[in-house]
């Protein structure tokens, strides 16, 4: 049905006649048509809500970029919200709680979230692959359940998520519980998208690095992995762990097909712990600042160590809102016509 | 003529009857009595600038936590100010630069620093170096010139310091006449903390983990390394590279005698690629709020892991503020009667 399945194929380990490529945070402010498309809404919550706008803003890197896949525009935030835990999004700030977790009677208020309640991203969805029209797959996606945990605990974003960690040492069988519910939400959620549309499925664990490995794995991809094992086999699945560096070899124990790296990760590191898994990655952002040859030059050699097979390109976290989109559009470009 | 000199003597590669301990951030607002010596002053700038302030915390940890080594208490940013671009510390918030760097004729208007400029941290590490009166070694330390150029450039913190990264990207050559004039005042800076009474050095490169390994190396290791080199055989250095899980390997190949760890790597595999050093580090600091029972058994685990030869105990990172004061002393007692 899709005529261009590039990524499909490449995270399902098959033959590709060229890397697939897309961009983190490509609906995104880079895209001055998105600029255009956000001031229609009132707020950052009011335009997440909106099926028709948040289709809007995921084709337009489609059209514009040229890119081999779109993904629904939404914030991994709606879980939290969905569970009971409203948030604000503060210009140049980020997200805010007014609302935290702090005892068993918080975790206990807290519902698991359906289907219904988050009836607004299936409508984007439905909307989104009509309007591509099958012209490439469509990414759903969600925060991993540790990342969402820390904005829970922590009320807003943080450089340490020093809170959420001290939830974690000193209430660890609570933090479990507050994670399972996490959990069982994220997969109501996700298998919905698929039943919405959505073709491949991308796990943001923003906050990965900031724990060490031993607690990564207690609090973290224990979890990933169980919302892996409940998309399967139904579509492909990304476990992007920011930073999460010391965890590769884990993380290809898990169902996922395909593994995201940030841009601190050697690719033929990951290669060695990874064999088994597609890897996704991993140009730095600041890379797309550089003049035209450079970045055509690095681009090329990021490219080459990664090699064609069992391999999407991207960046190694998302787009920065500065960047020029001629810029990017240029990347792009590099990949798609490597041989 | 130290009393105790384990510190030296694990930095040195020799055997000591016990693991030597101190704590990153060990003069700060953990200690009520910090926060009292703090409040003497105006500003923080002021306080830094106080001889007689900073070798009263220096001293503190010594004698209400027994630490093995005192660091001096100072600030990594007293280097661009004496290079002629001054700061301020805002309350919550950090440092502060009214002016950044962005082009050739602000590079050029930099001045390298003599020890002179700095005169006020040399005083301080000569009271100190009374205070101690020989019980332990004191620890002298500048930021790595990667971090110092980081702030320069983007004139307060950053979760990316993209603007930071962009000069690299876009004016290499400019980048590096920044950062060997920064080297330069570094040299300049720890050869007079030695001559001072400094026992060991410690490089802070606080920001290493935004760069990717051919970045770190082009643009923070090779300039760490040159004052690794200007500062033998004076005195053991410490090379603590925050974030850069990738340059274990050629951190070792430096003439530093210590590398410093985050608790994101393992100390095995911190041991198989750097098998030639000590190593510093790594416990999580978010450990010192667990109870009592967790803190001992972790505490104990790592010191497992690590051995007691070439090892020095620390945690990944600095004390955070809101951490009680008798769980760090805990955790130093651990060490201590570690067998």
């Known amino acids: 049905m899709l005529k261009n399945d590039l990524l499909l194929r490449a995270a399902k380990g098959q033959e590709t006649e060229r890397v697939p490529v897309w961009l983190m945070r490509q609906a995104g402010r880079?895209?001055?048509?998105?600029?255009a498309t956000r001031a229609k809404a009132k707020n950052f919550i009011e335009f997440v809500k909106s099926p028709e706008l948040a289709c809007e803003v995921t084709v337009q890197p489609?059209?514009?970029?040229?890119?081999?896949?779109?993904?629904?525009?939404?914030d991994i935030l709606v879980i939290p919200e969905a569970m009971g835990l409203p948030y604000q999004m503060i210009e140049a700030k980020g997200p805010w709680f007014e609302n935290t977790v702090k005892n068993k009677t918080d975790v206990e208020k807290l519902r698991i979230a359906q289907a219904d309640d988050l009836n607004y991203v299936l409508?984007?969805?439905?909307?989104?692959k009509k309007e591509l029209n099958n012209r490439v797959p469509l990414i759903g996606f969600a925060g991993a359940p540790w990342t969402i945990f820390a904005y829970m605990i922590e009320g807003s974003g943080s450089k340490t998520f020093s809170k959420a960690?001290?939830?974690?040492?000193?209430?660890?069988?609570?933090a479990h519980q507050l994670l399972e519910k996490i959990t069982q939400s994220?997969?109501?959620?996700?298998?919905?998208?698929?039943?919405?549309?959505?073709?491949?499925i991308q796990l943001f664990d923003s906050?990965?690095?900031v724990?060490?490995?031993?607690?990564?794995?207690?609090?973290?991809?224990?979890?990933?992995?169980?919302?892996?094992?409940?998309?399967?086999p139904l579509v492909p699945v990304t476990v992007f762990a920011k930073d999460a560096h010391y965890a590769l070899e884990k993380i290809a124990e898990t169902h996922c097909n395909t593994i995201g790296l940030d841009?601190?990760?050697?690719?033929?590191?990951?290669?060695?712990?990874?064999?088994?898994?597609?890897?996704?990655?991993?140009?730095d952002p600041c890379l797309l600042y550089a003049d035209e040859k450079k970045i055509i030059s690095e681009t090329q050699e990021m490219l080459r160590t990664f090699g064609k097979h069992r391999y999407i390109c991207n960046l190694g976290h998302g787009l920065y809102p500065d960047l020029d989109k001629e810029k990017v559009k240029l990347f792009v470009n590099v990949v798609k016509e490597f041989k």
Chains 1, 2 share one sequence.
């Open 263 to 283: 841009w601190t990760i050697s690719p033929k590191n990951a290669r060695q712990l990874a064999p088994n898994k597609t890897l996704q990655g991993n140009a």
């Open 165 to 174: 960690k001290q939830f974690l040492y000193t209430q660890p069988e609570l």
């Open 123 to 128: 409508e984007a969805i439905q909307l989104t």
């Open 211 to 232: 724990l060490s490995e031993k607690m990564f794995y207690e609090f973290s991809l224990k979890y990933m992995s169980k919302i892996c094992d409940a998309l399967q």
């Open 207 to 209: 906050w990965a690095g």
């Open 30 to 35: 880079v895209l001055p048509e998105y600029r």
């Open 62 to 74: 489609v059209d514009s970029l040229g890119v081999d896949a779109a993904i629904i525009f939404s």
């Open 186 to 200: 994220t997969i109501n959620y996700l298998q919905a998208q698929v039943k919405a549309g959505a073709d491949l």
